[in-house]
């Protein structure tokens, strides 16, 4: 029988046990495996972490960033050495497939690339003489405490939005990652030990609801930043503004397509394809729904279900499986229950996943490929996140209707176009109410160079995770205006 670990806290340079009397699994969605024991840490333990990063701060905000970006560029080298591991970390805990997981790994690398560059980044902006004599400047200063608290679906990237501008401004730092997903910021911490970063700069916390709202009120964490769903990231944002707090919230989504009838069909369905059911439609830019206008549908249609059917689902870590299960059992009793609704709402159900069974993985959260057509454009089925393989499909007869369509929904995460027109991606562009846009592409992801700008309920704050937004979020500006009369220095 295999023992099976109780996963450690990291504060303030230590690895420690919790000391938490409450406990969740994690569990491998493919194998139902017990993977590791997660403390629900307690408020205490956050307040261990905030006291180790306050004292931290005093001296890390003067470390000049020159020094500060040394760090990141040993942990990007060590990222880099131990990237297929984390990987396959990734897939073990969260069930996407491997070559999906090193996409995520990448892009969390790309974000310690970018925050390399803060001393750029960070500068402020002067003018001398902005009245005689006078010269003003506005500097940028780190805020002190700051903390993220993580979702389950990118347990590589996610924390990377912000962790390494948090800590290149100058800031230290708190990681709560999902306590569905703990092992690959387990993995990831103790490369961030490597670096030798002065202890107190980075804490990590396992834990859940507890965990959480002891760093929402806790009078010394400055930011947070959180990633999740939308009724979470709803509480998250007011509960730490009401505590005075600085906080970004991206939560739920969901993401339309539009297919024209001018779209390159084939490249349109591999793509949609793989916006839909890639990490099992657990993104939070999966296509949900398609919305096909004039004699696209019929083309579009038909392509999808071919597709569809023909998926490779299993293990992610098993060569050739396309798509991985979802996160958990209950998740999965959600997605169906979804789909069985959809049906009841009047759409037809072109290709069913349920029912999956994958040979040697009987114990797994499978779910395939799943189409309903003709969804109902007012019911709940196209306006729930479903955050499983399940592409709602919609006709409508012409761009204008589509795009209304698309700007009547709660969310504004993402939404893309197909089409071989210039001037209708313009329109779509210039009109779509969503804050990632994609033409001809799937999953529109800004990369770490551009802020992650989600909109409406999925989003709350003004600034965005990535790249100039990150750094203005974690710093504060100051200005300062200064008279130096000369007749007051004798000397020269
Ligand atoms: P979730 O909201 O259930 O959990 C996110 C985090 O919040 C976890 O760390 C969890 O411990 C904590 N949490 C959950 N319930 C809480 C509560 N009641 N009080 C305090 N803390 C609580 O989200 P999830 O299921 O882990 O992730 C999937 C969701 O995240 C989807 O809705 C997806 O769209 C969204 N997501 C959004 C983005 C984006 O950029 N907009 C990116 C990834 C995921």
């Known amino acids: 029988m295999s023992i099976i670990s109780t996963l450690p806290n990291y504060i303030n340079g230590q690895w420690c046990a919790s000391s938490a009397t409450n406990y969740s699994n994690a569990i491998n969605p493919a194998t139902a495996e017990i993977l590791a024991q997660v403390p629900l840490s307690t408020a205490a333990e956050v307040n261990q972490a905030v006291v180790a990063a306050s004292a931290a701060f005093v001296t890390w905000r003067r470390t000049p960033s020159t020094e500060r970006v040394q760090y990141l560029f040993k942990l990007k080298n060590l990222l880099e050495e131990h990237y297929e591991d984390l990987a396959?970390?990734?897939?073990?805990?969260?069930?996407?497939?491997?070559?999906?997981?090193?996409?995520?790994?990448?892009?969390?690398?790309?974000?310690?690339?970018?925050?390399?560059?803060?001393?750029?980044?960070?500068?402020?902006?002067?003018?001398?003489?902005?009245?005689?004599?006078?010269?003003?400047?506005?500097?940028?200063?780190?805020?002190?405490?700051?903390?993220?608290?993580?979702?389950?679906?990118?347990?590589?990237?996610i924390p990377f939005w912000f962790l390494p501008y948090a800590i290149a401004t100058g800031n230290t730092y708190i990681v709560k990652p999902s306590e569905k997903v703990p092992l690959t910021m387990q993995k990831i911490f103790q490369l961030l030990e490597k670096t030798s970063l002065p202890k107190g700069v980075i804490n990590l916390i396992n834990g859940a609801k507890e965990a959480v709202d002891a760093i929402l009120d806790h009078p010394q964490i400055r930011a947070i930043s959180f990633v999740g769903s939308t009724p979470v990231a709803k509480y998250i944002y007011s509960r730490a503004a009401a505590n005075g707090k600085r906080v970004q919230c991206q939560g739920g989504a969901k993401n339309p397509l539009i297919v024209l009838p001018d779209a390159d069909i084939e490249m349109t369905t591999r793509i949609a394809a793989d916006s839909a059911f890639g990490c099992a439609g657990q993104r939070c830019l999966a296509a949900s729904v398609a919305i096909t206008v004039g004699n696209a549908r019929q083309s579009f249609t038909e392509a999808m279900a071919e597709t569809a059917k023909k998926r490779?689902?299993?293990?992610?870590?098993?060569?050739?499986?396309?798509?991985?299960?979802?996160?958990?059992?209950?998740?999965?009793?959600?997605?169906?229950?979804?789909?069985?609704?959809?049906?009841?709402?009047g759409a037809n159900l072109l290709v069913d996943g349920r029912k999956a069974n994958i040979s040697g993985y009987e114990q797994g959260n499978f779910i395939r490929p799943t189409i309903l057509q003709?969804?109902?454009?007012?019911?709940?089925?196209?306006?729930?996140?479903?955050?499983?393989?399940?592409?709602?499909?919609?006709?409508?007869?012409?761009?204008?209707?589509?795009?209304?369509?698309?700007?009547?929904?709660?969310?504004?995460?993402?939404?893309?176009?197909?089409?071989?027109?210039?001037?209708?991606?313009?329109?779509?562009?210039?009109?779509?109410?969503?804050?990632?846009?994609?033409?001809?592409?799937?999953?529109?992801?800004?990369?770490?160079?551009?802020?992650?700008?989600?909109?409406?309920?999925?989003?709350?704050?003004?600034?965005?995770?990535?790249?100039?937004?990150?750094?203005?979020?974690?710093?504060?500006?100051?200005?300062?205006?200064?008279?130096?009369?000369?007749?007051?220095?004798?000397?020269?």
């Open 88 to 157: 396959r970390t990734i897939t073990l805990e969260c069930g996407k497939t491997w070559a999906e997981s090193k996409g995520e790994m990448r892009r969390a690398i790309e974000n310690v690339e970018v925050a390399c560059g803060i001393p750029m980044m960070m500068q402020g902006t002067n003018l001398e003489d902005i009245a005689t004599g006078i010269d003003e400047m506005m500097i940028r200063q780190p805020l002190g405490v700051a903390a993220v608290i993580c979702p389950f679906n990118f347990p590589g990237m």
């Open 312 to 345: 490779v689902v299993g293990n992610g870590l098993d060569k050739g499986v396309e798509m991985g299960p979802v996160i958990d059992v209950r998740s999965k009793t959600r997605i169906e229950a979804l789909i069985q609704q959809g049906i009841e709402e």
């Open 374 to 492: 003709d969804v109902n454009p007012v019911g709940e089925i196209a306006r729930t996140e479903i955050f499983g393989p399940v592409l709602s499909l919609i006709h409508l007869d012409s761009i204008d209707d589509a795009i209304a369509l698309v700007n009547s929904g709660q969310y504004g995460n993402m939404a893309c176009l197909f089409t071989s027109s210039g001037a209708a991606a313009r329109k779509f562009r210039y009109e779509a109410e969503a804050g990632n846009i994609g033409i001809n592409i799937g999953v529109a992801a800004p990369m770490a160079f551009f802020p992650f700008s989600g909109w409406k309920e999925s989003f709350f704050g003004d600034l965005h995770g990535q790249s100039n937004h990150a750094v203005e979020f974690f710093t504060q500006t100051k200005v300062v205006v200064e008279r130096w009369p000369s007749n007051w220095s004798r000397q020269f």
